[in-house]
């Protein structure tokens, strides 16, 4: 399997553009995540499905995001409008289970955003 | 909410031991991990203990668990410039909440 795989891998926008992250899961896991990592934050969580179905959004920062999961192999992440603030990396990870088990979580490359 | 700590730096010199430690406060945690995050790369898991344990070795690689006081540490032996990267302590319950990770600790070792 080719892993998690996110696109674009380096983004480069202008205040107020419209963002859109990809994410391809593992073929196979249920779960789905969308992290953020700041050097000032850390990693954060801001969503998470399971079967196709957003589970938790309370790390969404604010309604400026939005994620969906069309489908079990594809899911984005959408910034609008993209604020300097939204620069940060973020990752994508999908795991078999998501909740109180022994199961890793298997994170992409990375979206390297920067919103000037 | 479940909180996991860590600090946020540590520098060694090349063939010393590294020792990087977490709390965390979830009395109910099942597994707790750590996970590497090279540069410019995503997490990969590096190792995980489960709760009912109190040490795991890994080749170089030693997790100390100590349940009481919910401190979790990972010890590298010899550390090499390859080990430089960031690592993130998590922890998931038996509940139905994913992994909870800490804001990760960079190791810079120098030679």
């Known amino acids: 399997d080719a892993g998690v795989i996110q696109s674009p891998r380096h983004e480069v926008t202008e205040m107020g553009q419209e963002v859109t992250l990809r994410c391809k899961p593992i073929?196979?896991?249920?779960?789905l995540f969308w992290y953020r990592q700041t050097m000032m934050r850390g990693l954060e969580l801001l969503i998470y499905?399971?079967?196709?179905?957003?589970?938790?959004d309370s790390g969404m920062p604010e309604d400026r995001f939005s994620a969906k999961m069309p489908n079990a192999s594809f899911s984005t992440l959408k910034i609008q409008p993209s604020e300097p603030r939204d620069s940060a990396v973020y990752f994508c990870?999908?795991?078999?289970?998501?909740?109180?088990?022994?199961?890793?979580?298997?994170f992409g490359p990375g979206t390297r955003l920067l919103v000037l | 909410g479940e909180d996991v700590e860590q600090s946020l730096f540590l520098s060694v010199r090349e063939g010393d031991s590294s020792v990087i430690n977490c709390t965390y406060t979830?009395?109910?945690?099942?597994?707790l991990y750590w996970y590497k995050q090279e540069p410019g790369a995503g997490l990969q898991l590096l190792t995980y203990i489960f709760s009912n344990m109190d040490m795991k070795q890994d080749q170089r690689l030693t997790v100390l668990l100590n349940k009481k006081d919910k401190h979790l540490s990972l010890r590298i032996a010899d550390t090499q410039t390859g080990d430089s990267a960031i690592y993130f302590c998590?922890?998931?319950?038996?509940?139905?909440?994913?992994?909870?990770f800490g804001k990760g600790t960079r190791l810079s070792v120098i030679a």
């Open positions: 073929s196979g896991h249920d779960y």
């Open positions: 990870a999908s795991s078999l289970a998501g909740t109180g088990a022994k199961e890793t979580q298997y």
């Open positions: 998590a922890e998931v319950n038996s509940g139905n909440t994913p992994l909870v």
């Open positions: 499905f399971n079967n196709n179905v957003p589970i938790d």
């Open positions: 979830d009395s109910s945690s099942t597994y």
